[in-house]
């Protein structure tokens, strides 16, 4: 077994951080530390701050900073994130 030390502890994600639901697979939102199931992650790449969360992203793991935390979600993009969110829960 092979110690990294400069890892930090992860949680293993039970649930979606935006819709609840149980995850099978999880991936990190581009925002925020949010676990994501894969529909919301379809949906996040959908909202108009997607490609600037990219970008700051890009530019902190370029800068060193494999842990950056995300830009964090405007409030343009939570809403739209909701109204998906909603939209999907009504079918």
């Known amino acids: 077994m092979t110690s990294q030390s400069n890892s930090r502890p992860q949680r293993v ?6 819709c609840h639901t149980k995850l099978d697979v999880s991936i990190m939102s581009k925002f925020n530390v949010d676990a994501l199931c ?6 996040e790449r959908l909202a108009p701050g997607y490609a600037d969360a990219c970008k700051a992203e ?3 793991v370029r800068q060193g900073d494999l842990y950056f935390p995300g830009m964090g979600l405007s409030s343009e993009d939570s809403d739209f994130l ?3 969110r909603k939209a999907r ?3």
Do not use: S, T, V
């Open 82 to 84: 909701a109204n998906r």
């Open 13 to 18: 994600p039970e649930i979606c951080d935006r």
């Open 58 to 60: 890009m530019a902190a």
């Open 38 to 43: 894969l529909r919301c992650a379809d949906d």
């Open 89 to 91: 829960n009504q079918h």
